[in-house]
Nanobody, 115 residues
Framework: QLQLVESGGGLAQPGGYLRLSCAVSGFSLTYYVIGWFRQAPGKEREGVSCISGSDGSTHIADSVKGRFTISRDNAKNTVYLQMNVLKPEDTAVYYC????????WGQGTQVTVSS
């Protein structure tokens, strides 16, 4: 059964950091692109970053460029999102996603940036 499970969210102060994890099962990370998305209250879900399982190529949204880094560990079937220099506007529920004949989403992990 295909499953994505996010973890690592929580409360951080502005300027702080968090590392999110997306553990996948039911398929091999090697062959697919995994994306991180986020949805803030009252806003549409937006793409944050994605990484190719095959060659490790990445894409990162302009809004987080220079602060967030995506990486993967194929052996652990896990994708990470390192979030540094967090800002209040990064507050959102963060989801990971894979498209495998249809979209699959994790349950999300809440990130709150506040002093």
């Amino acid at each position: 059964q295909l499953q994505l499970v996010e973890s690592g969210g929580g409360l951080a102060q502005p300027g702080g950091y968090l590392r999110l994890s997306c553990a996948v099962s039911g398929f091999s990370l090697t062959y697919y692109v995994i994306g991180w998305f986020r949805q803030a209250p009252g806003k549409e879900r937006e793409g944050v970053s994605c990484i190719s399982g095959s060659d490790g190529s990445t894409h990162i949204a302009d809004s987080v460029k220079g602060r967030f880094t995506i990486s993967r560990d194929n052996a652990k079937n896990t994708v990470y999102l390192q979030m540094n220099v967090l800002k209040p506007e990064d507050t959102a529920v963060y989801y990971c996603n894979v498209y495998l004949r249809r979209d699959y989403w994790g349950q999300g992990t809440q990130v709150t940036v506040s002093s």
